[in-house]
């Protein structure tokens, strides 16, 4: 049974459940109908037993509303051959065109997101506080989607605006005469409840209903947010398990009639592969993906027929059973908008369920080949005119791209780049006396691209564009950190929360230390051979050390970071990197990508 098709190209193989045991076939299914039942999703006097509804999901948009630049802005496709094309995709004027496109010929058609629609977004959404993205969600007909932790950048309060309407409490409202009327969606968020009523701080699940076909959404964000986002962000809030959460209330839903349930799950995976197009059911069912998602999608109950998932901006299509062994389906769609899952969920009308067995989905390019939606067009159009005099304001010059976010290596030239701004802005004394600085990688968002974005020319760096790369405008701390301390932080990089995924700091020049991954947890970092301008760490000495406010908090599961002592406050990270930018370049002898020679890597 095949979905309808549509017009898109690089299209990806799809994932089809086989029948497994305990689940009636789809043949068998078939055969116990009456006469015409099966002819599914038309009327012919009266339903038919089964209807094809189309299950629409995207994940980790981010408020790339532009298309992304760089590397940032492609995807891996597969060839024939074997050989990895990598594809331009992304910028929601495409995504409107691929999924307007997409539901045509469907009359049974629901969108639903993964979770980090907002946060982290470059300037064009983020310096309007995401008000845009969340129009441009409206525009792009979104049914549903659960919060990801993005979505608590600037707090529970700011969510709740998001989604309520109004205009920001201190800046006000951006355009005259008009107030920002919120998502049109409901926002999702099972497990976060608020400490003092223990109750969700905004709707647990919802039902989407059309010709008594109803299927329930439950969305929850991954337990670890507070791990991964300032502590302003989360203050008041409680995390919960995501297994317990999507149970508890696939229960309530089943109660209620709804037998059909998706869950969105902003937690994910790492397929074996970066391809869109990689076929993650390879040699079994779901033995290409690793990661949280799987233990998440072994645990939830069966009463749930399909997860769409997020966080980890990867593309899969997979098969991973149920605590019952029987197949399901867990999605995930990169990111930033280049890529969407159209999965085909066959509804039985007598038993309200899915049948499980017909469930089929593929990952699309979101390509760049098509067709613009106009309204979209408007939309940026209409936004980047009122940002545009921040946006295009010169900060510096590049003699060729310095990859930050599109950089594989552990050591990234952004990074690098990033992390000296850092120790250069805050080590005189009367600034904190800082003698290192740490950048944590995941708050690295883009790369700075050579190429012009606009009309600024080749090499230029505009403020919108820094601000794409570190957009959180996190506060900058210096703090007192003992050498023994210091050393802590490097080896939980790699151990603990971290070992399964390591998070390794960007570091300023004078920091040198050897890597090796062939050893195990704290381990990797060859504690011996970690030197700061050429000397030994002293266990016994304490160092002044900049970093963000975020890692100054023990963020990303570094402890180590948030154990220090005799706190400076300095500006922001935005504003010492758009200073460095002005101090060391100009249009005759702009800044070269910086050598990636601080951290040895054994493999």
Not at 112 to 132: I, Y
Not at 487 to 503: I, Y
Request: aromatic residues 6%; glycine residues 12%; proline residues 6%.
């Amino acid at each position: 049974m095949s979905a309808t098709p549509h017009p898109q190209k690089n299209r990806a193989p799809r994932r089809v459940l086989a029948a497994a045991a305990g689940l009636a076939t789809v043949g068998a299914l078939v055969a116990a109908m009456p006469a015409g039942a099966h002819d599914r999703g038309h009327d012919h006097g009266h339903p038919s037993r089964t209807v094809d509804v189309q299950l629409l999901s995207f994940n980790d948009l981010h408020g790339n509303l532009e298309p992304p630049a760089g590397s940032a802005g492609t995807v891996s496709e597969t060839q024939a051959d074997g050989t990895v094309k990598s594809v331009p995709a992304g910028g929601v004027e495409y995504l409107a065109t691929s999924l307007r496109n997409a539901r045509k010929g469907n009359p049974y058609s629901v969108t639903a997101a993964g979770g980090d629609m907002v946060g982290a977004s470059p300037l064009l959404s983020g310096l309007f506080h995401d008000e845009p993205t969340i129009e441009a969600l409206n525009g792009l007909d979104l049914d549903v989607t659960a919060v990801g932790n993005h979505e608590f950048d600037e707090g529970a309060t700011e969510l709740a605006r998001l989604q309520n309407g109004g205009c920001h409490p201190v800046e006000g409202c951006y355009e005259k005469g008009k107030t920002f009327e919120g998502a049109d969606f409901p926002y999702l968020a099972a497990n976060v409840t608020a400490e003092k009523t223990g109750k969700p701080i905004l709707k647990p699940y919802t039902v989407w209903k059309k010709n008594g076909v109803k299927i329930g959404f439950i969305g929850v964000t991954l337990e670890g947010t507070p791990n991964i986002v300032t502590a302003n962000g989360v203050k008041g809030l409680k995390f919960h398990d995501e297994i317990e959460t999507v149970n508890k209330y696939a229960k309530e839903l089943d109660r209620q009639g709804v037998k059909s349930i998706v869950a969105l799950i902003h937690e994910g995976g790492a397929p074996a592969s970066s391809s869109y197009n990689y076929d993650c059911d390879s040699p079994g069912a779901g033995d290409g993906i690793s990661g949280p998602i799987t233990d998440i999608a072994k645990g939830i109950t069966p009463k749930v027929d399909a997860l769409v998932t997020g966080h980890t901006h990867q593309a899969y299509v997979c098969t991973v059973p149920d605590p019952a062994g029987n197949p399901r389906m867990v999605t995930s769609a990169s990111s930033f908008g280049k890529v969407y899952t159209d999965t085909t969920l066959t509804y039985d009308r007598r038993t309200k369920d899915i049948v499980r067995t017909s469930v089929e989905s593929a990952n699309h390019v979101v390509s760049r080949d098509q067709s613009k939606a106009a309204d979209m067009t408007a939309l940026i159009t209409r936004w980047n005119t009122l940002a545009a005099p921040i946006a295009g304001r010169p900060q510096g010059f590049i003699s060729a791209d310095i990859n930050g976010r599109g950089s594989t290596s552990p050591e990234k030239p952004l990074g690098n780049l990033i992390a000296d701004a850092q120790l250069e802005g805050l080590a005189p004394a009367d600034k904190g006396g800082a003698v290192v600085a740490f950048m944590n990688p995941g708050g690295i968002r883009s790369d700075l691209v050579y190429t012009a974005s606009g009309s600024e020319g080749d090499g230029v760096v505009t403020y919108g564009e820094a601000f794409t790369v570190q957009p959180f405008t996190n506060m900058m701390n210096v703090v007192d950190l003992t050498g023994a301390q210091l050393v802590a932080a490097l080896q939980q990089q790699v151990s603990g929360s971290n070992e399964a995924s390591p998070k390794i700091l960007q570091v300023s020049k004078g920091l040198t230390y050897t890597l090796d991954m062939t050893k195990a947890g704290a381990e990797r970092v060859v504690a011996e051979t970690i030197r700061l301008n050429g000397e030994a760490i002293d266990p016994a000495k304490t160092y002044r050390v900049a970093m963000n406010e975020f890692l100054a908090g023990g963020g990303d599961g570094f402890a180590a970071l948030g154990s220090g002592t005799n706190k400076l406050v300095g500006p922001s990270d935005l504003d010492l990197f758009n200073t460095y930018l002005a101090a060391h370049s100009t249009a005759a002898a702009p800044l070269d990508p910086p050598a990636t020679d601080r951290i040895t890597v054994v493999q």
